[in-house]
């Protein structure tokens, strides 16, 4: 091979890795974070449940867990939310006691853990109704990249426009996919099951 040939050759192949590396980094920065990294969904926290105890994430580690955002007052996707996991968690029967489901509201103005408790007792015993202060619940809706946001109601009250993806999380507290509750119950709880 002569010279000039393989120096053209060269200066091709340093023209396509330059070319790849520059398509690889744009890929990566268009990217969301949550493909690219699963697990950086949730992480610590510390809340007040439904008896005016404090709980941590440390609480709920060495179980799979339910983590679902809501409000007391919403009128419909979070009862029926509550709802359809309640009948998963019975599906379960004592086994429901080895999982539990976390109910964090975005609402700490109203949601006391009076009001907490009162409103998650029509539900299964193993649903915790979470609140906080307001700086506590900003920090956990950060980590689990929830999007909430007041909107006053005409009568001069207020509503919650908020996510309501039901996240399920692995023994070690780590993000495993959100948890589908539009399947049967049955489907839902041996899915959960396999976790346990
Ligand atoms: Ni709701």
Redesign the pocket.
């Known amino acids: 091979m002569k010279k000039q040939t393989q120096s053209k050759i060269l200066a091709l192949l340093v023209a396509f890795l330059a070319g790849s590396l520059t398509l690889i980094a744009a890929l990566f920065m268009v990217m969301p974070r949550q493909v690219t990294q699963p697990s950086s969904v949730g992480g610590p926290f510390t809340l007040t449940d439904q008896n005016g105890k404090s709980v941590t994430d440390a609480s709920f580690k060495g179980e799979p867990f339910l983590v679902f955002f ?2 007391t007052h ?6 029926t ?1 509550l709802y359809e996991m309640s009948e998963v968690l019975n599906r379960l029967g004592p086994d429901a006691n080895k999982t539990a489901a976390l109910f964090v509201t975005v609402d700490p103005e109203r949601d006391t853990p009076e009001k907490m408790k009162q409103y998650i007792s029509s539900f299964h015993p193993r649903i915790f109704g979470l609140t906080g202060t307001d700086a506590q619940i900003e920090a956990i809706k950060r980590e689990y990249r929830v999007f909430a946001k007041k909107v006053p109601t005409k009568d001069g009250d207020y509503t ?1 426009d ?1 996510t ?1 993806v039901v996240y399920l999380m692995d023994k070690d507290g780590r993000f495993i996919a959100p948890f589908n509750l539009s399947r049967s119950a049955d489907e839902a709880a041996a899915d959960l099951r396999k976790r346990l």
Not at 74 to 79: I, T
């Open positions: 809501g409000f919403c009128p419909d996707v979070c009862p939310t919650m908020h309501a």
